[in-house]
């Protein structure tokens, strides 16, 4: 099933959200500082059918948001723990049983180090743009993969909606803000 959704700016926002996760666009190789402080870090990667249209820079969708997501793994200290996770890039078909439970690992959430970094990045190239968009199934799955302790954040890069479910209800601030909790 494929919708048709505005361009967004999902590559606008990674690279906001890199400074805030004490990341820079350019490599490095350096380990964080205080590793026991940093975040476990999930990344969602949209590969669903949508993400074959073009965006408004004359590529598609998913050539921005590999592109981003590249950038974003090149950024990454060596030894941050960092997973990737991506949605809609194996069932093609319009029923929303598999389609809405189509979300697959491809790199767990574990130092990574240039090694990592280029394996992630092979499987990323190899993926194509098919499926639906099980967000809020997949944010489930990813909180699951970061585990239940210590910081933990996950970056979703996305063009659009959730077309299975309506994404789980926000929580409060105080909540969110909670000791062991995902922001």
């Known amino acids: 099933m494929t919708r048709k959704h505005p ?13 805030l996760l004490g990341m820079s666009a350019s490599p490095a190789t350096a380990a964080p ?8 870090i999930e990344t969602v990667l949209d590969v669903s059918g949508s993400m074959a249209e073009d965006d408004a820079g004359g590529q ?13 793994l090149d950024g990454t200290p060596d030894g941050t723990a960092m997973g990737l ?22 790199a767990p959430v574990e130092p990574m180090d240039a090694t990592t970094k280029a394996a992630a ?11 639906m968009t099980p967000i809020g199934h997949s944010l489930k799955a990813a909180a699951a993969d970061l585990g239940d302790t210590g910081a933990r954040r996950i970056i979703l890069v996305s063009d659009g909606e959730d077309t299975c479910a309506p994404p789980p209800p926000a929580r409060s601030p105080a909540s ?3 000791p062991g909790s995902i922001s």
């Open 60 to 72: 598609t969708r998913l050539a921005a948001a590999k592109s981003a997501v590249g950038g974003l």
């Open 33 to 40: 500082a205080a590793a026991d402080k940093q975040p476990r």
């Open 176 to 178: 969110s803000r909670a």
């Open 7 to 19: 361009p967004r700016a999902g590559a606008l926002l990674l690279a906001l959200a890199m400074p």
């Open 121 to 131: 990045k092979a499987e990323i190239e190899k993926l194509k743009a098919v499926g």
């Open 85 to 106: 996770r991506v949605y809609g890039a194996q069932y093609a078909g319009a029923d929303v049983g598999p389609g809405c439970k189509d979300t697959q690992l491809l």
